[in-house]
């Protein structure tokens, strides 16, 4: 194969070696599915793209230059302040490339990789998280993540593609073409915003942990009615966010758990007490034991936090050792012990509100006020 791509194209031979690995590898995880009995179809590249290393391509601070087919070309970036910030940091090392071409903007994307090593954080304490794109993101510390636009349905570009679908004309086929790319860009910025100010809240909070639960959840979540094309995009979107949690949180050398999900929504974080109508159709929580009132995102972030806290020891991360939970005035350890961050500090917070995100607002509910949390 590999000969085959040098004998038909002009490719310089480290570009080639790539192309036949990348396809190798394609071809391998097909396979390998095929033989879990999984039916899946042969692989196929429909855009064009390019593998470059360290011999085909140099990356400087803003530009680089890149093997072709007309020789060695250098070319100049458009780049954001986040990807600025990474490419002056002297300490990611900057190593292989992938080129994309999009048809719809003429244009060339390089997507690099970078490394860095990180030691993981020493440390006990964790942060609950529970993300659902379908209201917010919620952490145990009362931040609120407004998914917002990011709703299908809501979000400008998921309407206009349904009204050109409804066409199906061949012009409209095409701007639905230029239109999927830019939706999910303007998704992925999304989820790169509150990934990161999730981490974020779990520094501030000097965490070493962040708990979120398994996958499976989303699909439990959503209503029954919503179609398999908004589903599609809600699992995938919702992949994309933990996996951008995960690695930015490797960044700071946080650790991302995952706990199995059972009745995080169901429980109430004060008391313990389980119940299927402790929660409301709107997503507020009403503990029908103690009273206990809360938005039901924020009940469910502080029990997945407790969930990982009070995992049996083979199961929880060696490291937790006691752990404790991160909440907004203090913090929790598995035990139900409750210590307040600063018992002398004069605007110490007596009551666990919920702050307003930069990302996000706080859900207009007309119930603001939480019960203290101990
Ligand atoms: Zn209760």
């Not at 952490?139 to 009204?163: A, C, E, K, M, P």
């Not at 959840?217 to 992949?239: G, S, T, Y």
């Not at 706990?259 to 929660?279: D, E, F, I, L, M």
């Not at 005035?329 to 007596?350: C, I, K, P, V």
């Amino acid at each position: 194969m590999y000969h085959d791509l040098r004998d038909e194209t002009d490719l310089p031979a480290n570009l080639c070696v790539r192309a036949y690995s990348k396809a190798l590898e394609a071809m391998k995880s097909t396979v390998a599915d095929w033989k879990k009995g999984n039916s899946r179809p042969l692989p196929r590249f429909d855009k064009p793209s390019a593998v470059y290393d360290k011999r085909t391509l140099t990356i400087k601070d803003r530009s680089a230059t890149l093997s072709t087919i007309n020789g060695r070309v250098a070319v100049d970036y458009v780049l954001g302040d986040y990807q600025k910030s990474y490419l002056d940091d002297d300490d990611y090392e900057k190593r292989m490339g992938t080129l994309h071409y999009r048809e719809g903007e003429d244009a060339f994307y390089l997507h690099i990789v970078i490394k860095k090593e990180v030691e993981e954080r020493d440390g006990d304490k964790v942060l609950g998280v529970d993300l659902n794109l379908k209201n917010v993101a919620v952490t145990s510390t009362g931040s609120f993540y407004d998914g917002g636009d990011l709703l299908w349905g809501q979000n400008h570009y998921f309407r206009v593609r349904r009204i050109l679908q409804h066409k199906g004309t061949r012009s409209a086929k095409q701007v639905l073409r230029r239109l999927s790319g830019r939706e999910t860009r303007f998704v992925l910025n999304r989820l790169h915003t509150i990934s990161r100010r999730i981490v974020e809240e779990a520094d501030a909070h000097d965490c070493s942990y962040i708990a979120v639960e398994r996958l499976t959840h989303i699909r439990e979540r959503m209503d029954h009615q919503d179609d398999r094309v908004k589903r599609q995009l809600h699992n995938w979107a919702f992949r994309e966010l933990q996996e951008m949690l995960e690695y930015k949180a490797a960044e700071y050398g946080i650790r991302v758990e995952h706990v199995p999900p059972a009745y995080t929504s169901q429980t109430c974080s004060k008391c313990g007490h389980r119940s299927s109508t402790n929660r409301d159709s709107d997503g507020w929580f009403e503990c029908t034991d103690c009273g206990y009132e809360v938005d039901g995102d924020y009940n469910a972030a502080k029990n997945i936090g407790m969930t990982l806290l009070t995992l049996p020891s083979g199961e929880r991360p060696g490291g937790l050792g006691d752990g404790h939970l991160a909440l907004k005035s203090g913090t929790l350890n598995g035990n139900g012990n409750y210590t307040a961050y600063d018992t002398t500090s004069a605007d110490r917070e007596s009551t666990d509100k919920p702050t307003t995100s930069v990302v996000g607002r706080w859900p207009s509910r007309g119930r603001r006020e939480n019960p203290a949390e101990t």
